[in-house]
């Protein structure tokens, strides 16, 4: 068999980790057109990345472009109209919701604040904001946890 550099299996959006995993994502998806030869099919995957490094894109950006599209019925050509709807779908919220490493620490901080019975330990938790706050959850978990818990 030979290796034409697609596959009539659905690749599933969970799994599009490169560029030519998006063109095939793509032409199931919105019915673009899979670049023919590898020549061709190079040129487009370096066009998706010089573009992704361009506008700071990640994969999500433009996978959520195609999402958009799809749920709007925009019909492409080639992969490349797909630039032009990434705006739009970010503003609508077709963009997966990133994980906020600050909510961990607000949760991390909460429990603290509710087995901390030190005045000076509690106003420090409460009051640090950002890159602070983080610094003194560690030093409140190193130095005054173990001596809550051994009590």
Known sequence: MVDRGYTLDMIPRSDVKS??????????????RMPIGSKRRSLACER???EMAAQRWTMDHLLAAVDYMKARGIQANSFDFVF??????????????????????????????????????LRKLVMAR??????????????????????
């Open 130 to 151: 950002g890159i602070a706050r983080q610094k003194v959850y560690e030093k409140w978990s190193h130095e005054r946890l173990p001596q809550l818990e051994g009590s």
């Open 19 to 32: 560029s030519l995993d998006l063109l095939k994502y793509g032409q199931q998806t919105l019915g673009t």
């Open 48 to 50: 998706i990345n010089l």
């Open 84 to 121: 032009y709807h990434v705006e739009p779908a970010v503003k609508d919220g077709f963009m997966p919701r990133q994980h906020n490493k600050w909510e961990d620490l607000d949760a991390a901080v909460a429990e603290a604040v509710a087995k901390e019975t030190d005045e000076s330990w």
